[in-house]
């Protein structure tokens, strides 16, 4: 049965897989140039709890621009944060350079799982999927997809996170050893198109007939996933500080600690909010201060309200930072909540 699973799920992948900028044609070798887990391991960085839809520009921006992973480990830490701004969960982007720098310092991408792993942010998920699709070696990819896909094809009821382990062991039955980064990639596909999260297509589906939640017609109630926890309510305030040269009008920028949120991103000041904790609303400098109002903004860990203030100054705050041209503040990178602070002041 299992063999027939990914025979079907194979041939329907021929028919129907993706077009992707960082994909092989279905039943070719992989390329043999460091150009090509180059890009897949980058794409699946970028993919970790991000749209496809929302990848595709970044993607298309890195390798232009870093069309190689030592041209990557060669670029300024800031322009590479810079690049990355608006795609989120930025600790992926600091676990990026550092991974970038290692494989070039050991001359390229290692081929097996085990050694994968050992590069810095790369989990058991991406090991394995860069082994499988750029080395086409034999290893079980699991994602989120993959997961919803197994789970209903034999009916795996028992609740996430225990289910995960019998979900890889099933993974690992219908795992062939060639073509096993195909058969990870239509597992992909058909869980993003077909066995979707909600409302799932059966009649469409190429495993319907071996897919035994279908049979017991609970198909779309898998997997089972555990409630979600409320996200806290956070506080903070974000400073703008503006001066003029000639006929230019500058904002104070400053660039956040490399660890903890948004770490290396460029920023405004703010007022020390965090996930765990409100702001204190001290501003960095003494003066009258006008409300702009505020932005909404979900991070992964929480809800943030952040107050837009702003004053004209000729005075620097104290600490680092730079004034930069507001005609060209599109190019400073800035993460996406403060983006929105930006467009507030500028609306």
């Known amino acids: 049965m299992t063999a027939s699973i990914s025979d079907t799920l194979l041939h329907w992948y021929d028919a129907h897989a993706r077009d992707l900028p960082w994909r092989n044609p279905p039943g070719e070798d992989s390329p043999t140039d460091q150009a090509w887990p180059y890009r897949v391991w980058l794409s699946e960085v970028m993919l970790q709890q991000t749209t496809v839809a929302a990848v595709k520009p970044y993607f298309e921006k890195f390798t232009s621009t870093?069309?190689?992973v030592f041209d990557l480990a060669a670029?300024?830490?800031e322009a590479i944060m810079?690049?990355?701004?608006?795609?989120?969960?930025?600790?992926?982007?600091?676990n990026l350079v550092k991974c970038a720098r290692v494989v070039a310092q050991r001359g390229g991408f290692p081929e097996t799982e085990g050694e994968l792993r050992e590069l810095p942010g790369l989990g058991a998920?991406?090991?394995?999927?860069?082994?499988?699709?750029?080395?086409?070696q034999r290893a079980v990819v699991v994602d989120a997809n993959v997961e919803r896909v197994v789970s209903r094809l034999f009916a795996i009821e028992q609740p996430l996170p225990g289910a995960r382990k019998p979900i890889r062991a099933r993974a690992e039955e219908i795992t062939p050893t060639a073509r096993a980064g195909d058969l990870a990639q239509a597992m992909m596909d058909l869980g993003s198109s077909v066995c979707t999260t909600k409302s799932p297509r059966c009649l469409l589906c190429p495993l319907s007939e071996s897919c035994a939640a279908r049979a017991k017609?609970?198909?779309d109630t898998l997997p089972v996933k555990p409630p979600k926890k409320a996200k806290p309510e956070r506080k903070g305030t974000a400073f703008w500080i503006e001066r003029r040269e000639g006929e230019r009008a500058h904002v104070w920028l400053v660039r956040r600690e490399g660890s903890g949120m948004l770490g290396g991103m460029r920023a405004l000041p703010d007022d020390g909010w965090t996930a765990r904790e409100d702001?204190?609303?001290e501003p960095p400098l003494d003066g009258e201060w006008e409300d702009l109002g505020a932005v909404r903004h979900t991070f992964s860990h929480a809800h943030l309200t952040l107050k837009v203030k702003r004053i004209r100054s000729d005075n620097a705050p104290p600490g680092e930072g730079k004034w930069w041209p507001l005609a060209t503040l599109e190019e400073a990178g800035l993460p996406s909540v403060f983006a929105k602070a930006v467009r507030l002041r500028l609306a």
Do not use: M, V
């Open 125 to 136: 998920y991406t090991a394995a999927a860069i082994a499988s699709i750029a080395f086409s």
């Open 75 to 77: 670029a300024e830490d």
């Open 279 to 281: 702001g204190t609303g």
């Open 217 to 219: 017609g609970n198909a």
């Open 82 to 94: 810079a690049a990355w701004a608006g795609l989120g969960y930025y600790s992926r982007a600091r």
């Open 66 to 68: 870093w069309p190689t």
